[in-house]
């Protein structure tokens, strides 16, 4: 069954959200520059794309000692015009300067992301006006709007 909750349940490029990671806006492809920490590098080749673009994306490693390998990017920078990348979890094997890799862009779930960066709010798969927790601590008040008469 799903889950109803305002966050999108599709995971980004399946068949339900069906955006085609493929398509050159929404994939990169880059060479580690210098190795930062075990999960944090500066890559060339990403220039072009806004940082944050590939924040919640995938980095597949095209060479080196991950060749084959995925990881999930937890974030996406870029300072004086280079892109620095943070993975969610560290490679089974080091990073190496060099190396080449793929990177797709990612989705943080929300329907302003699905609207602004993907045009796909129609594959949208959350309830986006569902109420949060803080409608049950709400109470009327006489000058909120809501102040208990009958609507």
Known sequence: ???FQANCDAAVGDVH???NLEAPA????GAVID???DRAFTASGLATFSAGWFA???VEWSTGANAGRRV???SHDLVDGVAILTLLEAPVRPITATDTFIVRAGCDKRIA???AKFANVANFRGFPHIPGQDAVLRYATKDGGH???VL
Do not use: P, W
């Open 35 to 37: 190795v930062l920490r």
């Open 17 to 19: 959200c069906a955006v």
């Open 147 to 149: 102040e208990g008469a």
């Open 113 to 115: 992301t699905c609207t």
């Open 26 to 29: 929404f994939k990169g492809t």
């Open 72 to 74: 999930e990017v937890l």
């Open 56 to 58: 919640f994306g995938l």
């Open 1 to 3: 069954g799903r889950t």
